[in-house]
């Protein structure tokens, strides 16, 4: 954690599995297709998307809307824009990290989530095979019971879990190796 962040114990306290997504609000990060996924997920356990839209967005509340459509509105926890020195404290108090946006040049998505050891959930799309490699589960938001399927495997599996750490350790060598 870094010094001073504020915690998120009640988010700590939930018995769900959260997936946080830090983003601003774009529909360009396709957020609003989550809802069918999380929609197929509550077939498999408790899950919540964690997201830091603001609340008084025209994107917010089209997110909101969708969960609503879906049925699944206890599924989405939105925090509101986080201030950077608590971001961390917000990725500790999650189990994974999303971003499903279409097209984006580098997430520091991918970073938080491998330097904190969370499970990355990504596009499947050759720009972001290209650059998280084997450090994430790569999933399509429009086809959402595979989605949810895959994501639910990624929380049965100690192994894959174990897998994607390592695999993520390895890259952010090889990130920090190249930056030197």
Do not use: Q
């Not at 018995?15 to 983003?23: A, G, N, V």
């Not at 330097?115 to 589960?137: Q, Y």
């Amino acid at each position: 954690l870094v010094a001073g962040a504020a915690p998120f114990p009640d988010l700590v306290r939930l018995p769900t599995i959260k997936i946080l997504y830090i983003s601003g609000p774009h529909p360009n990060k396709r957020i609003h297709e989550l809802a069918s996924v999380f929609k197929e997920l509550s077939r498999f356990g408790d899950f919540a998307l964690v997201t830091t839209l603001s609340e008084k967005s025209d994107y917010y509340c089209r997110v909101r809307d969708r969960f609503s459509d879906e049925g699944v509105s206890s599924s989405l926890i939105n925090f509101g824009p986080v201030l950077p020195e608590n971001v961390s404290s917000l990725v500790v108090s999650c189990d994974a990290m999303i971003n499903v946006s279409l097209l984006e040049s580098f997430s520091n998505n991918w970073v938080e989530s491998w330097f904190f050891r969370k499970s990355l959930f990504v596009t499947d799309a050759d720009w972001l095979i290209s650059s998280c490699h084997n450090a994430a589960v790569y999933i399509d938001v429009l086809d959402a019971a595979d989605s949810a399927a895959k994501i639910a495997h990624t929380f049965e599996s100690p192994d894959e879990i174990r897998r994607l750490n390592e695999n993520a350790a390895l890259v952010l060598r090889s990130l920090y190796e190249e930056g030197s």
